[in-house]
């Protein structure tokens, strides 16, 4: 008994904590979205060799299945299609790859969309595309305020 009141005292019982703790193995996962639906508000561009126009809000939806779809609006709609991964060099970076427009094949192109820091939103949108009568559009896209959507309320 006496000897178990000796291991048992405070000090002792800290130093078994650090002593397993160091022992132990250690697991760390990061944050990995699974899906996403998200609007904003703030400024950017479209443009092109033609044109270029002020963007005012976006929409992004990353769907379960690897799918996104992109919609900015300015004095025009653009939507794209294609289909999205997490960056392995960035937990907060999505890539993006365009394999369409209205029509699928209308476009192709990549680009990337920055997360907010909880991954509930996004602040940055870049995506490069090429329609298929060759003209090169760029979209970039900086978020003033972007929340989640959530429906039903």
Known sequence: MCTLK????????????L??????PVSV???QIESLTATAKGHGTISSAVDKQE????????????????AV??????EAEGTWKASASSSDEILVKIT????????TGSGKLL???DGKSFRQLAVNVKTVD??????????????????GK
């Open 19 to 24: 002593f397993t703790g160091f022992l132990a």
């Open 100 to 107: 369409g427009g209205v029509v699928k094949g209308e476009m």
């Open 55 to 70: 963007i005012t809000s976006a929409l992004v939806v990353l769907r379960q299945n690897g799918t996104v779809l992109i």
């Open 29 to 31: 996962q990061s944050q």
């Open 134 to 151: 060759g003209l090169e559009i760029t979209v970039t896209f900086e978020a003033d305020d972007s929340e989640p959507l959530e429906w």
């Open 73 to 78: 609006t300015a004095d025009l709609l653009l």
């Open 6 to 17: 000796r291991i048992l005292r405070p000090y002792n019982a800290l130093l078994i904590l």
């Open 115 to 117: 997360l907010t820091s």
